[in-house]
């Protein structure tokens, strides 16, 4: 067993699974909450190697599925593609707003430019080498259609949600997806009054970030989406927790659509369950 710590673990842990040895991969949120539950108040690498050992034998951990090389191209494709999709939106502020200063510089203007030429041509070659690994895994890419099926889904969003998933092989029910995407709703209640709830964003960041677009615009066009985002914001002041709910359903739904192996079907009605059709959660 081993804690998840950036990417430092990922040597060892391939290198024990290459080897056949079984192995659990945990969060360090897990091990530090069952570390506040013994006695333990030192912080070493030999009390910590301990508390690791006794948790291993006190608990029934999962055993870890390594990635395919598939599955691990296609999450470094997708993270490399967001990464230069933040770096080319901070550069086209930074331009902007130094091409309006006073007298700015040629010479720094032009350099931001050659800067944003690369970030485009670097952001091409991303998108070609998912084209290609996708040409070299049908199998992959007939599933992913399934997910961009759904409307206001598009074939980024669905590669960023597989990839960030590892294909939904560790994922047991809607609940652990929810709080592994860190959309899950946490609530803080004791002696005092209530305080509203909230999600607990201790999760996927890459999932909130790549299902928020989607979520605002199958706003726009899908009428069950609508009619439960209307509900919500009957109820709340901002329109907020509606659209996060909303990430929410699109997240369970790729879940289900990937692991039904179906398409989305607008006219799912919850009495066509026995035919085991995949239904738009509502």
């Known amino acids: 067993m081993v804690e998840a710590t950036g990417v430092y673990y ?3 842990a391939y290198f024990i699974a290459d080897n056949r040895h079984a192995l659990s991969i945990l969060l360090p949120n897990k091990v530090k909450h069952f570390a506040q539950s013994t006695e333990q108040k030192s912080k070493s690498d030999q009390p ?21 090389p598939a599955l691990r191209q296609l999450r470094a494709l997708a993270r490399e593609r967001q990464s230069l999709t933040r770096q080319g939106a901070r550069l086209k502020t930074q331009h902007h707003a130094y091409a309006q ?9 032009e350099q931001l430019r050659v800067r944003q030429q690369l970030l485009v041509q670097q952001f091409n070659a991303v998108d070609q080498d998912l084209a290609a690994l ?14 961009t099926s759904v409307p206001g889904i598009g074939l980024t969003t669905a590669i960023v949600v597989v990839a960030e998933t590892n294909g939904f092989v560790f994922i047991e029910n809607e609940r652990q997806l ?3 995407a860190g959309l899950d709703v946490v609530q803080r209640q004791s002696d005092l ?19 928020y677009l989607p979520a605002v615009s199958i706003l726009r066009y ?3 989406q609508m009619a439960f985002y209307a509900r919500l ?29 179906r398409p989305y079907n607008p006219h799912y009605h919850p009495a066509q369950a026995a035919e085991k059709e995949v239904a738009p959660t509502t």
């Open 101 to 109: 200063s006073y007298q700015p510089d040629e010479r720094t203007l």
């Open 48 to 68: 910590d190697a301990r508390l690791l050992c006794r948790l291993g034998l006190e608990r029934a951990l999962p055993e870890w599925q390594p990635p395919t």
């Open 178 to 180: 929810a709080s592994y």
């Open 222 to 224: 899908n009428p069950q």
């Open 10 to 12: 990922e040597s060892l």
């Open 134 to 147: 996708l040409k070299a895994e049908p199998e992959l890419a007939r599933k992913l259609a399934h997910l």
């Open 193 to 211: 009054p209530a305080q509203a709830t909230h999600i607990s964003r201790r999760g996927n960041v890459h999932l909130r970030q790549a299902l």
């Open 233 to 261: 914001r009957a109820c709340q002041a901002s329109g907020k927790p509606g659209v996060i709910a909303v990430m929410r359903k699109l997240l369970l739904l790729c879940y289900s659509l990937w692991k039904n192996d």
